[in-house]
């Protein structure tokens, strides 16, 4: 009998049109002979609506939870589908930051990913650097800037240099993020930080190379995939660079590394992995700035889109999108 697999996606963050498109990418690959897939969308303004399982577009009926797995039409109160797994495709606040987790673990629903605890610290950039750094992890130097607290921009250049970056605690994709050279780009960056968090990083520039690790834990012995790198003709990879169809930066996998900077990255991306209390999944960000690794991002639920280097590091490690998708689903517990 078939897995009955709920797909969420869209979701509440500025990151909603990415969640379609690695939804899109998920349905493709899907074992259909093993699983039945039920995408329910997540609309901006927190609805979950049944959608039309073929275009993946949203209707009008609402659904809700009960206990045990059941999913209902919140109007009628009828069953619409008693779910066997939940895969999460969200990325951003109210998806990947553990709000979702929390409801999913509330209604018994086993789900593929990173429990509550691993999804905030994932999603918040500050609270996962102090940990990281309690692990004796390398991270990019930083300050923390808040609507009641402001940094001003000279404290930060005196501390961190004149070229900082500057981005919401809790967001991905680079939404929100600028690079800043002086007082004027700093103050307007801030505010575009502010649209999107109440807490914002001041980061020093990185000057090094920009590489990812994918990791897939669903087995005693993890898979650490070799890093790939992310090389880009702008100044930072930015939401632009990374969605535009005219973009050209390019991925290389493998990087191009020395066998002691390939083994040191896989080493800091799996120690991060485990310090952050992660599970089953997680795309891990790191620099390259000399011959020093240091860690820039964790994504519990990494992208699954056509450019999206998680599920092709793991292609190079020998797992076919379809085989990655269905082990994800087989991970998948409460």
Known sequence: MKKKVLILYG??????????????????????????????????????????????????????????????????GKQYLKIDVALPVLHGPNGEDGKLQGMLDMVQIPYVGAKVLASAVGMDKEVMKRLLEDSNIPVA???????????AYKEAAKKLGKTLYVKPANMGSSVGVSRVENQKAYSKALQEAFKYDTKVLIEKEMKGRELEVAILADKAK??????????TPGKFYSYKEKYSAKSKTTTQIPAKLTAKQTKVAKEVALKTFYALESRVMARIDLFLVGEKIYVNEVNTIPGFTNISMYPKLLQHEGISYTDLISRLIESATL
């Open 11 to 76: 979701g509440q963050s500025a990151e909603h049109e990415i969640s379609i498109l690695s939804t899109q990418n998920i349905i493709a690959a899907l074992d259909t002979k093993k699983y039945a897939p039920t995408a329910v969308y997540i609309s901006k303004q927190g609805d979950f609506l049944k959608t039309d399982q073929k275009t993946l577009k949203p209707t009008k009926e609402k659904l809700a939870f009960t206990s045990g797995g059941r999913l209902i039409f919140e109007k009628t």
């Open 141 to 151: 130097p930083y300050l923390v800037s808040r609507k009641n607290s402001p940094v």
């Open 222 to 231: 993890p898979v650490v995939s070799v890093p790939g790198e992310v090389i």
